[in-house]
């Protein structure tokens, strides 16, 4: 099946800065990447997702990049802000029936 | 927006009780799941329905676990008996057909077991 590791598990960074999370994944099917993040107490809310066929995707301050060759994939957040902060994680799927595998997640906190 | 909803918010059990949680998904979303998400790490698939029928358990723990979706629409969780072990948020999700379309989590059941 599936694995998805995620680094780093921890993320300080000051308002303002950019922060990158990164992922890789073992199975060279997957080709739907989603990301989540998760507010302390609150449930998972997606925030981006790319699919293969995509090299690249933003939103506003968010980005995710997609390496198929090396399997790896990251999260970009520009000009970071204190609501950003929580816990971001990353997934992998092969289409259809199949199932999200999460990465183990990255507490992302962000300084005044 | 709609939302998916779970019930209850908070349980706490002792060990060897039975323990039951409730998930609505969002209407007309046919796949439904079961994740549970320890402190500190990703949500781990328990159960993923298609309409009724069980997709993937591959993942739950049979013996004490089990999962029901009768009309392919609201489903229930239930742990008898509860471990130590099983302390740990129960999250719910749907997805409009499974697959690669997006998964729309519950607020989640947070399980202590005593």
Known sequence: GENVEQHPSTLSVQEGDSAVIKCTYSDSASNYFPWYKQELGKRPQLIIDIRSNVGEKKDQRIAVTLNKTAKHFSLHITETQPEDSAVYFCAAIYSGYSTLTFGKGTMLLVSP | ?114
């Open chain 2, 1 to 114: 927006e709609a939302e998916v909803a779970q019930s209850p918010r908070y349980k706490i059990t002792e060990k060897s009780q039975a323990v039951a949680f409730w998930c609505d998904p969002i209407s007309g979303h046919a796949t439904l799941y079961w994740y549970r998400q320890i402190l500190g790490q990703g949500p781990e698939l328990l159960v993923q329905f298609q309409d009724e029928s069980v997709v993937d358990d591959s993942q739950l723990p049979k013996d004490r676990f089990s999962a029901e979706r009768l009309k392919g629409v609201d489903s229930t969780l239930k742990i008898q008996p509860a471990e130590l072990g099983d302390s740990a948020m129960y999250l719910c999700a749907s997805s409009l057909v499974g697959g690669v379309s997006p998964l729309h989590f519950g607020n989640g059941t947070r399980l202590t077991v005593t």
